[in-house]
């Protein structure tokens, strides 16, 4: 099997399968043609609509690829970074990270009418957001002061509660939320050439366990909660899309190629994957059917 991405032509095969089907990337759906990265890519709560980040226009903004339409529209952009867009649980708006106060803060923004207010007023660099399907807490990752690293913290929007989870010496980032809500997986690494881990806790901060054997990237997870997805170069460089249960059985490998990809994400239903495949005109979005609907 054979694919065509910009210019390049790469030779395919794939003997891996999610839910016993095998992942045809011959099939998979191209949804950006422009030069530039389009990458973090994040289902609405529904699956009809798929926010990403692009660099297209000289700094990151946030646009929004409708699925039904088969159309991309922006949803903010400007002279400053817009970056790691994530829903609000309710469907209706965007959460993002932004240097518009020059330094990273948190902001949501109304799809209806497009206004950008602080997601909740602390005096925290804070970026990468991650909601389950509860509105009342968000996590993400704030700059902590007294270790001069990024950290883990949540905020609860009912008592207005800031809480630091993590107080490592090394760099904690991008933590994302189980679809239970009840714990969450996050990147660590002391430099960002050193291999990460990514440690597992709980609400309150308290560690579970860790994979650190498998060079993980991109770690997201299935809407079950049950499987992890991510993108390893552990068995060659350049990276393949990997799935492992969380509780670290199970191992597949899925892709066996030599396209570079980042940032898989699955759909809230299970059966379409987003990722960005890079091409000759940088990384662009591409859709791929895990089962019929």
Known sequence: MTRQIGNVLFFLFLVANIYGQ??????????TFTQGDDNRP??????????????RNGTWDI????LARDSIFPIVRGKFNYQHPVWFPDGEKLVFDS?????????????????IKRLFKRLIRCREASFASSARQVYFSGFDKTTTEW??????????????????????????????????????????????????????GEESHRMDTLKVLDPCWHPGGLKIYFVSDRDVSGGELYSIWENGTHLERITYDSIEIQQPAISPDGKKLALSINGALGLELYLIQLSEE
């Open 42 to 55: 994040s289902w609405s709560p529904d699956g009809s609509k798929l926010a990403f980040q692009t660099n």
């Open 151 to 204: 950290q883990i913290y949540s905020y609860d929007f009912v008592y207005d509660n800031l809480n630091q989870l993590t107080f490592s010496k090394s760099r904690c980032m991008d933590p994302r939320v189980a679809p239970d809500g009840k714990h969450l997986m996050y990147v660590k690494t002391d430099t960002p050439l050193e291999p990460t881990s990514i440690p597992f806790i709980n609400w309150y």
């Open 22 to 31: 095998e992942i045809d990337l011959n099939k998979a759906k191209q949804i």
């Open 63 to 66: 646009y929004c690829y409708d």
């Open 99 to 115: 240097d518009t106060l020059g330094t990273e803060t948190l902001y949501s923004c109304e799809l209806t009418d497009r206004k």
